[in-house]
């Protein structure tokens, strides 16, 4: 199987996160927060874990997935390295969990919906698997309301490597995709940063 641009930017993608710290920093505090205590968690397109690793030191247990296997290996390792007993990896695919409907208490897909074509599909497989009461959180990156530097020069930068977003999110636009997906009410909290982010956070009835 051909290595993808997440595959091979695995060894990178700890670094490019510092380049826009204030936001991922309060996309953690953010998520972290509104997880209960002891609860069961599903995070989609991990990356190299950084949430899963920061949701563990509240939730029972969290499931860690990723498409990419080298982004999975990272966030094993770091997990290790912590001592974390109740974290699992696995490669998933966010467009076809196999779990059944209902079944975690927080789910959480963080910076991925603005690389897919039709992200309310992931939006609606991911409220799916929320349990009634549960808690659906996505962050995601405002790439229409990026500083000068991001919109001008690294975002640009990250194209050329191969990155490939098919959305340029700003709050209004975030918002109005979520909306659309039919799911109820939803808050949306402003993460400020270089590149901000939207939180858009959904409770199931």
């Known amino acids: 199987m051909p290595r993808s641009f997440w595959d091979r930017w695995a060894g990178f993608y700890d670094l490019a996160e510092r380049t826009n710290r204030t ?16 609860a069961d968690v599903l995070e989609c397109a991990a990356g190299t874990g950084a949430i899963s690793i920061a949701a563990a030191s509240r939730a029972g247990h969290v499931l860690c997935t990723d498409m990419s296997l080298p982004m999975l290996e990272r966030a094993k390792t770091k997990a290790a ?19 059944p409907d209902d079944w975690y208490d927080v789910t959480v897909a963080a910076n991925v919906l603005h690389l897919l074509p039709a992200p309310e599909d992931a939006v609606r497989e991911l409220w799916r698997v929320t349990r009634p009461g549960g808690l659906l959180l996505l962050p995601t990156f405002l790439q229409g309301e990026g500083g000068w530097g991001f919109t001008n020069i690294l975002i640009p930068a990250y194209q050329l490597a191969g990155f490939r977003p098919k959305h340029r999110f700003t709050r209004r636009s975030y918002r109005e995709m979520i909306d659309g997906c039919g799911l109820g ?7 400020k940063g270089r590149l901000p982010a939207g939180l858009a956070v959904l409770q199931k009835p």
């Open 23 to 38: 936001a991922v920093e309060g996309i953690l505090r953010a998520v972290v927060k509104r997880i209960p205590a002891g």
């Open 185 to 191: 009410r939803a808050d949306y909290i402003l993460v």
């Open 81 to 99: 390295r912590l001592g974390l007993a109740n974290i699992s990896f696995e490669r998933r695919d966010l467009l076809s969990l196999p779990d």
